[in-house]
T-cell receptor
């Protein structure tokens, strides 16, 4: 069956540390993988997109890796801050006119 | 960046009534809009894909007669929940996408919290 899974438990880290979130999928062949941030009661906000032929993408303190052999993406936030506390969603884009398949999200809490 | 708005942000209605939710792209033309539903602590689930001027495509298990979608213009799509019941209470989120070359990003609205009593 087709599945997309993220760290099931909430992630609690200390300010200044690097947060690493995992997204694994099975039986999909995504053209792209996207990461979003969602705050409580709000819609998702786009962070990064990585294509199937890219290994790594960076944007300021964010880094995403994409391993199509392992069927896994890692999302890193370096020098984390309390303001980074939110739920982070990964989404697979199957190149079917923009349809996205979302993971259930990982809740990140950064303590001062 | 591109902005997508939704109206209303929250609505409470009685069982059996119909509720309309609007999704607007404010500064770009959205050839495609998507409607998602999200239950507490769960993922966003795609309900339907809406293209301007044509009928919406619904995902498996989503009743098209219950969730009416109209994409009348390049900046507006509406979702009407007909004869709403308590189990339809959820967070409804739309997203908009443009077909400009090189653009793969979707822009999400802020969501509409529907509570059916």
């Amino acid at each position: 069956s087709q599945k997309i899974e993220q760290n099931s438990e909430a992630l609690n880290i200390q300010e200044g540390k690097t947060a690493t979130l995992t997204c694994n999928y099975t039986n999909y062949s995504p053209a792209y993988l996207q990461w979003y941030r969602q705050d409580p009661g709000r819609g998702p906000v786009f962070l990064l997109l990585i294509r199937e032929n890219e290994k790594e993408k960076r944007k300021e303190r964010l880094k995403v890796t994409f391993d199509t052999t392992l069927k896994q993406s890692l999302f890193h936030i370096t020098a984390s801050q309390p303001a980074d506390s939110a739920t982070y969603l990964c989404a697979l884009d199957l190149n079917q006119g923009g349809k996205l398949i979302f993971g259930q999200g990982t809740e990140l809490s950064v303590k001062p | 960046g591109a902005v997508v708005s939704q109206h209303p942000s929250r609505v409470i209605c009685k069982s059996g009534t119909s509720v309309k939710i609007e999704c607007r792209s404010l500064d770009f033309q959205a050839t495609t809009m998507f409607w998602y539903r999200q239950f507490p602590k769960q993922s966003l689930m795609l309900m339907a894909t809406s293209n301007e001027g044509s009928k919406a495509t619904y995902e498996q298990g989503v009743e098209k007669d219950k969730f009416l979608i109209n994409h009348a213009s390049l900046t507006l799509s509406t979702l009407t929940v007909t004869s709403a019941h308590p189990e339809d209470s959820s967070f409804y989120i739309c997203s908009a996408r443009t077909d400009r070359v090189g653009t793969d990003t979707q822009y999400f609205g802020p969501g509409t919290r529907l509570t059916v009593l």
